[in-house]
């Protein structure tokens, strides 16, 4: 009976179909202000979290791409070949991913990079997924930027100093309510964050009362394996951690980089949430 159920779990892969629609909108900052911003979402109206995209190891995911916009946009999968292409407003384009190891990709629009990811466009693909898997999609603005870009306008990478910076869309403490960022847990559990830096800022997470082992960087395979209290992220850089809870709290996560936990100027209304451990 043992041996029959380990053959199911290596053969029986699952086919998943997923359509992406690029949207334009207006996102909310954490103080009500407005900017300009563009993301991958499951339908035709605007949502300023990016789709968090997770299929088993093994399985194959079939996507639809769809342009709502009224300019040309891309679709890349960072690191895998074969998996990039331009798509017309309204037009599709059609992509199958699939991995055999547990991972994390990252998944954005190539064109005029880095302006349409830096505008929204850039996701999480999570490989290997348990049922305490959690995503961080951490991004950094500035805002007069995106109203900027939106338009066409020329921006200096070089003197980029964001204002507001998120966690799948949102800010402290609006990310505490997103149940697929806020980690909640009891001792003892494997719980899997999937954490990936889509902004174009550098930041380093740290938690407060845990350490987390790196199962899987998309930078450095010599990562893995360390356990550690504080991740440093570059652009378009990834992890998989997995947390076992050894004490019950309430911890803080947040970026060392202190100007990533203000919001329009103002602290604490940035990139910082909290672990809650019963
Ligand atoms: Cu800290």
């Not at 299929?55 to 690191?79: A, M």
């Not at 830096?118 to 999570?126: F, R």
């Not at 964050?193 to 009362?209: D, K, L, Y």
Request: charged residues 15%.
């Amino acid at each position: 009976m043992v041996c029959f159920i380990s053959f199911q779990a290596i053969f029986f892969a699952n086919n998943i179909d997923q359509t992406l629609f690029v949207n334009a909108g207006q996102a909310y900052c954490v103080d009500g202000h407005q900017m300009a911003f563009k993301a991958f979402n499951s339908t035709g109206v605007f949502e300023q979290q990016n789709v968090q995209l997770s299929v088993g190891v093994g399985d194959t995911l079939s996507l639809s791409v769809i342009n709502n916009d009224t300019i040309v946009h891309g679709f890349d999968v960072k690191g895998m070949l074969g998996l990039r292409d331009t798509i017309l407003p309204g037009d599709t384009a059609q992509f199958v991913f699939s991995s055999a190891d547990l991972g994390l990709f990252i998944y954005y629009d190539h064109l005029n990079y880095p302006n349409h990811a830096y505008m929204g466009l850039s996701g999480i693909i999570g490989v290997g997924i348990n049922e305490q898997s959690f995503f961080w999609n951490i991004k950094d603005h500035q805002s007069e930027w995106n109203d900027s870009l939106a338009f066409g306008g020329v921006v200096d990478w070089l003197n980029y100093y964001p204002d507001y910076f998120t966690i799948n869309g949102r800010s402290n403490p609006n990310i505490n309510g997103d149940t697929t960022a806020r980690v909640e847990g009891e001792i003892g559990d494997t719980i899997l964050i999937f954490m990936a830096n889509t902004g174009q800022a550098e930041h380093s997470i740290h938690f407060h009362g845990y350490h987390c082992e790196i199962l899987y960087s998309t930078m450095s395979t010599s990562h893995i394996g360390r356990i550690k209290d504080t991740f440093p992220l570059k652009r378009l850089e990834g992890y998989v951690l997995r947390l076992v809870p050894d004490q019950v709290g309430e911890y803080p996560v947040h970026d060392h980089n202190l100007l990533s936990i203000t919001g329009g100027g103002l602290y604490p209304f940035g990139m910082f949430l909290t672990i809650l451990i019963q």
